[in-house]
């Protein structure tokens, strides 16, 4: 039967941001984008045990106005871990009206932005805005996303789903929020309910599942229900392109051979 074990899992964690920042950057800073949700603030409070509070900083990135940004300063300031707060909002906008009056040529036109562009535009900013906070803090960018979200591609491929280390990604959501409870996190934000902040759904009903069932079937591969199993199977299956490095085309430099006349 499989069990998991927080207090072990949280200290090898811990070993290992540890023995990363040795090897790839020692001195540096770990940089975290603050969402108020359960990946974020785990992973900053990995990361102010691994390396100390000093050593971490926070950037909350607000498009426009974020209704529950007070879940973000709470968990800065139960950590005591610097922070900034940059709104993308500007760069949001500017970015959608730049594609929209973009100058086509050659008979291609841009009728309308897809939904699926404008829905992972704010991560892909974010990201940028990580990187950016990264590089004028001599830091390291964290990755936050967990193995429930990336098993069904609930990721956006350059955005959330980047980073420079990643020290939750192979743990699913249940056993994140355990290791939230380890490290003392206020259970508001482990247990937080998460949302895609853009239509009012919940990411379960966005899935079409739960997360205890599909944390279930991630460890045991059981499911009972056939038809929620062949959902998960085929998000699964799609998304899969997200969790691999990028295809690249093998070249083998061989030797030249050169005919020669006689």
């Known amino acids: 039967m499989y069990s998991f074990d927080a207090k072990k899992t949280t200290q090898d964690i811990i070993v290992w941001i540890n023995d990363f920042f040795e090897k790839n950057g020692k001195g540096?800073?770990?940089?975290?984008?603050i969402?108020?949700?359960?990946?974020?603030?785990?992973?900053?409070?990995?990361?102010?045990?691994?390396?100390?509070?000093?050593?971490?900083?926070?950037?909350?990135?607000?498009?426009?106005?974020?209704?529950?940004?007070?879940?973000?300063?709470?968990?800065v300031e139960h950590?005591?871990?610097?922070?900034?707060?940059?709104?993308?909002?500007?760069?949001?906008?500017?970015?959608?009206?730049?594609i929209k009056d973009a100058h086509c040529g050659n008979g291609y036109e841009i009728d309308q932005l897809s939904k699926q562009a404008v829905v992972n535009l704010p991560p892909r900013l974010r990201m940028a805005s990580l990187y950016a906070v990264s590089q004028c803090n001599n830091g390291r960018v964290a990755n936050t996303c967990n193995l429930s979200e990336d098993w069904v591609g609930y990721s956006t491929r350059y955005g959330d789903s980047a980073g420079d280390f990643s020290p939750i990604s192979r743990l699913t959501v249940h056993e994140v929020k355990q290791i939230g409870r380890e490290?003392?996190?206020?259970?508001?934000?482990?247990?937080?309910?998460?949302?895609?902040?853009?239509?009012?759904m919940t990411d379960e009903d966005n899935l079409g599942f739960t997360y205890a069932t599909l944390d279930?079937?991630?460890?045991?591969?059981?499911?009972?229900?056939?038809?929620?199993?062949?959902l998960i199977d085929s998000k699964h299956e799609a998304n899969m392109f997200k969790m691999e490095l990028m295809p690249c085309f093998q070249y083998e430099a061989g030797t030249l051979h050169r005919e020669t006349s006689e």
């Open 28 to 33: 540096c800073n770990a940089v975290v984008g």
């Open 35 to 75: 969402s108020g949700g359960k990946d974020s603030s785990v992973v900053a409070g990995l990361c102010a045990a691994a390396l100390g509070k000093e050593r971490v900083i926070g950037v909350l990135m607000p498009n426009g106005n974020q209704s529950d940004i007070d879940m973000s300063i709470k968990l």
């Open 79 to 98: 950590l005591g871990i610097r922070y900034t707060i940059v709104n993308i909002a500007a760069a949001y906008q500017g970015l959608i009206g730049a």
């Open 183 to 200: 490290l003392g996190l206020p259970s508001e934000l482990v247990d937080k309910v998460p949302s895609d902040g853009l239509c009012g």
């Open 216 to 230: 279930r079937y991630i460890r045991t591969g059981v499911c009972v229900d056939a038809e929620i199993k062949a």
